[in-house]
């Protein structure tokens, strides 16, 4: 298998980014046992880099999880591990920053996080970290006031880089009009049905890395099925390389020079998601790709419920649907 290769972010004070990482966002019903397994799996199998959140509930097991495969000399120490989280909404208030990444870190049983995001740009009333959102409890955004607060933790050494995830144009642009340290990361839901062109463009410009979830199409929790892994074209093209769907998206992610950043629990499946290094696409193959039709399945409107009404803030303000 190829060396995963690996990408300097921009204020990056630790290591640099693994080239594809392993997701854990997980429902609540699923055990930490589970979820310590799982993440112990990929390390077996060889990722080094992991993304969590305080939302997920996966900080402990994850943390646990490394711990073990330091023991047992499956990495050599905590340093060689890439471990990502993220604040939530109800915590997106300047006093709550700092507070929220020293819990995360008791979570992971970690002196540092190897990058801190903002999980998304709304802001909602303090509380635990829950889902959905309530409509009434959303507030403006702070995007000086979180985001100098972000700057301290990575000036305490608690995150060696800061980022923002599910950030448009528009609210990078508002961040970046406030920011001493600019964003390393923006992780955003990507793939071959939602490819994030503007975006990208963006923050190629901006020296700005993106990460990509939902790299598989994962996300659609309604049963509504998944367009990546049924889209005939992609099919096709995983045929013709004798590959599987799922490396051929997670190839074109790589192309594209972003992170993805796939979630599974089967360890073979976890195997193949790392064989992606050795082997490119034809110019034909990303011209279909280029071609799908597309459509967002992550939007803002999905994290609130559908009661009650917004009372100081606009819900065009926090949408996250950019062409």
């Known amino acids: 298998m190829a060396a995963v290769p690996e990408v300097a972010l921009r204020h990056g004070a630790g290591r640099p980014m693994p080239a594809v990482g392993v997701g854990t966002a997980d429902s609540a019903a699923t055990s930490p046992e589970t979820k310590r397994s799982a993440a112990l799996a990929a390390l077996e199998v060889g990722f080094r880099h992991f993304d969590t959140a305080a939302l997920y509930g996966t900080e402990a097991p994850l943390g646990e999880a490394i711990a073990e495969a330091t023991r047992r000399g499956l990495v050599a120490s905590r340093e060689e591990v890439f471990v990502t989280t993220k604040l939530w909404c109800t915590q997106c208030h300047p006093g709550l920053v700092l507070p929220s990444l020293r819990e995360s870190l008791r979570n992971l049983q970690m002196e540092y996080v190897d990058l801190y995001l903002i999980h998304w740009p709304i802001s909602v009333k303090p509380g635990p970290p829950m ?64 490819q994030q062109r503007t975006v990208r463009e963006y923050c190629a410009a901006k020296g700005i890395r993106v990460a990509a979830y939902s790299p598989l199409g994962g996300q659609n929790w309604i049963g509504e099925g998944n367009d990546v892994m049924e889209s005939p074209v992609l099919a096709d093209i995983a045929r013709a390389r004798g590959k599987s769907i799922a490396q051929v998206s997670l190839r074109w992610i790589h192309e594209q020079g972003v992170t993805p950043i796939p979630k599974s629990y089967n360890k073979e499946r976890l195997k193949q998601n790392l064989e992606i290094f050795d082997w490119e696409l034809t110019e034909e193959d990303r011209l279909k790709i280029r071609q799908i039709p597309q459509k967002k399945i992550v939007t803002a409107a999905r994290m609130f419920s559908p009661d009650g009404e917004f009372a100081s803030v606009d819900l065009s303000d926090m949408e996250i649907v950019e062409e």
Do not use: Y
Request: net charge neutral; proline share 8%.
């Open 131 to 194: 889902l959905p959102l309530k409509r009434e409890g959303a507030v403006p955004f702070d995007f000086e006031g979180v985001w100098r607060a972000m700057e301290e933790c990575h000036r305490l050494g608690l995150a060696k880089a800061i980022g923002v995830s599910n950030f448009t144009t528009k609210h990078l642009d508002k961040l970046l009009a406030v920011a001493t340290i600019p964003p390393a990361v923006n992780q955003v839901e990507m793939n071959p049905v939602w």
